[in-house]
């Protein structure tokens, strides 16, 4: 029978933590390692706070700020050169043209939400979502199903490409055609 002097066991209870540890670390390292490659694979940008952000945040502000319906902030975070395209139509290709789209076509908005199914990002300033855009106002009800594309430089949406069934637009807003006409007349 083995003996184990006094000396000595620290020393095993010490391998024994490490041992039932090492899991623990392992899932830690891989985690750091994953994090680490994500970041390296995604394209970051500086901002004029001198923070930095990757598109795929900068996307979700842009967003977030259409959200609030906070035109201003989505129209800083555009860049001069910004293509709006509500496919197969391109809405605008610069800047002002993308900001009087945007208030015309958000100018009744009581509601905007975006819920996500996915999100994420190519890893060259290209962001991908899946989502569900809901839209209230003007009399307006609808929930779009809509995949989106962005394209971010130097810390800017340049590009905005939306793909959506034009059939499920025009059903919902046909179905809105009451409320819309109520709110238009004012009765």
């Known amino acids: ?64 700020a259409l959200e609030r319906l906070d035109y201003d ?26 900001e009087r789209a945007l208030r015309g076509m958000f100018g009744d908005a009581t509601r905007f939400e975006v819920q996500y199914a996915d999100i994420h990002e190519r890893g060259d300033g290209v962001v991908y979502t899946d989502r569900i855009d809901i839209f209230e106002g003007g009399g307006v009800k609808m929930r779009l199903p809509v995949k989106g594309e962005f394209r971010v430089r130097d810390g800017r949406v340049v590009e905005w490409v939306d793909r959506f069934s034009w059939l499920s637009l025009i059903a919902q807003l046909g179905r809105s055609v009451p409320a819309i006409l109520k709110h238009r007349l004012g009765k």
Do not use: C
Request: avoid cysteine.
């Open 1 to 64: 029978m083995d003996h184990v002097h006094y000396h000595e066991r620290p020393r095993l209870e010490n391998l024994t933590h490490m041992l039932v540890a090492a899991p623990r670390l392992a899932a830690q390292l891989l985690a750091l390692y994953i994090r680490a490659m994500t970041l390296s694979n995604s394209s970051t940008t500086a901002t004029t706070s001198g923070i930095t952000r990757s598109a795929k945040e900068i996307v979700e502000a842009f967003v977030s």
């Open 73 to 98: 902030a989505a129209v800083a975070l555009a860049g001069e050169d910004i293509r709006w395209v509500n496919y197969p139509w391109t809405t605008s290709r610069n800047k002002r043209q993308f």
